[in-house]
């Protein structure tokens, strides 16, 4: 564990020297590799789509329901998340699809990312707000703050586990949608030069809210439509049963992919060892420094390995430059460790279960985070 005085001492221009020079060097490689590594990612995430949905119409089960859920876990990590962050933007030879000013806009949304969390929203929440305020106040995907209450409350300890179990297989819909949407409409409000309106957890839900409509209008029911209407009614000429069959499989799979994501994404930014900050950053080497120090991976290496995880195992290189493809990270990870050991910075990168019970922790307020003294 990195000690107050250590983190003080650290040589951020040095350290970012160093990390620049990484950078430099992993985008000087060709790009003929990068398009054809995400090509493949793609199609692993369309054969198990397609696996998922040919074997859902026969009867309700966990195999057909986890293919479906890989698919779309898939689509989510490997391809919308790179290319929304323009890690393909400048790679010639890139598919158009590939491009963040095309994916997803407009009638794309469906062929290329249909999801509960529209583009633009997750471009501002995530590419925008969570990477560049990371452990911050301003951090909207900050686990310590968005707890607080949990924490702090009366619950017993085992009700709040219970509790944050629930919320795993539902977080998409009742977490990520509605605060993508709110921090979109609060950008949008100021963009326009509007009154900042008044965001609440419950005018999120309410159509008598112009954030509540936009939010059913722009993601709920699109998805709803498109995922537990359309698709199962594509298979009514196989009979009645089997339209019901992938509705039922189409749900548990929903279950499935929260559960999944909420697994590798949600212990990437917590633990006791892991920092938040009460100031606002300052310079490129802290910056990266904070990136270290503010992620967590876990066991990195192979497409199969990475597939898993949607390559949110390489977090640290990920928040160091969120405009890399998912290969180049295979390429700069065992390099920003050797940066790290060089400057006595710890590199966290642990089993995902181990993390997780971290992240729990700090969710059910059994354990907080650490916080540097002001720079």
């Known amino acids: 564990m990195l000690s107050l005085n250590?983190?003080?001492?650290?040589?951020?221009?040095?350290?970012?020297?160093d990390l620049i020079e990484i950078h430099d060097d992993v985008l000087s490689r060709g790009d003929g590799e990068n398009v054809k590594h995400l090509v493949k990612m793609e199609r692993w995430g369309k054969v198990c789509s397609l696996l998922g949905y040919g074997t859902a119409w026969i009867i309700p089960n966990p195999v057909s329901a986890f293919l479906i859920s890989l698919g779309n876990f898939a689509r989510w990590t490997h391809l919308a998340h790179p290319v929304v962050h323009k890690g393909y933007d400048n790679i010639k030879g890139a598919p158009g699809h590939f491009s963040s000013k095309k994916f997803a806009k407009g009638w794309r949304r469906f062929i290329d990312w249909p999801d509960?969390?529209?583009p633009s929203s997750w471009h501002h929440e995530h590419d925008v707000l969570h990477h560049y305020n990371l452990g911050e106040q301003l951090d909207p995907d900050q686990l310590q703050n968005n707890a607080k209450w949990l924490r702090e409350s009366n619950i017993p300890v085992w009700v709040r586990f219970l509790m944050i179990a629930?919320?795993?297989?539902?977080?998409?819909?009742?977490?990520?949608?509605?605060r993508a949407h709110k921090e979109l409409c609060l950008l949008q409000a100021k963009q326009a030069g509007e009154e900042i309106p008044q965001m609440t957890a419950v005018g999120a839900w309410s159509f008598f809210t112009q954030q509540g409509r936009a939010l059913w209008f722009q993601s709920i029911l699109p998805y709803v439509g498109f995922r537990f209407v359309l698709l199962p009614l594509l298979f009514l000429p196989l009979g009645t049963y089997a339209a019901v069959s992938v509705l039922i499989n189409s749900i548990l799979a929903e279950i499935f992919t929260n559960i999944h994501s909420f697994?590798?994404?949600?212990?990437?930014?917590?633990?006791?060892?892991?920092?938040?900050?009460?100031?606002?950053?300052?310079?490129r080497g802290e910056f990266y420094l904070r990136q270290i120090l503010g992620s967590v991976n876990y066991p990195t290496g192979s497409d199969?390995?990475?597939?898993?995880?949607?390559?949110?195992?390489?977090?640290?290189?990920?928040h160091l430059w969120p405009d890399l493809s998912l290969n180049q990270y295979q390429y700069v990870q065992p390099k920003v460790l050797q940066v790290c050991k060089k400057h006595g910075i710890p590199y966290c990168q642990?089993?995902?279960?181990?993390?997780?019970i971290k992240a729990v922790d700090i969710m059910a307020?059994?354990?907080s985070m650490l916080k540097p003294a002001v720079v």
Not at 7 to 14: G, H, S, W
Not at 304 to 318: K, R
């Open 6 to 17: 250590s983190y003080n001492n650290v040589d951020r221009k040095q350290l970012a020297q």
């Open 263 to 283: 697994l590798v994404i949600v212990p990437n930014h917590a633990g006791d060892d892991v920092m938040m900050f009460d100031s606002k950053c300052k310079g």
């Open 365 to 367: 307020g059994r354990t």
């Open 304 to 318: 199969a390995n990475d597939f898993m995880y949607g390559w949110l195992n390489y977090q640290i290189e990920h």
């Open 116 to 118: 509960w969390i529209t």
């Open 166 to 178: 629930v919320f795993s297989s539902v977080w998409k819909i009742v977490y990520y949608a509605p």
């Open 350 to 356: 642990e089993s995902v279960f181990k993390r997780l």
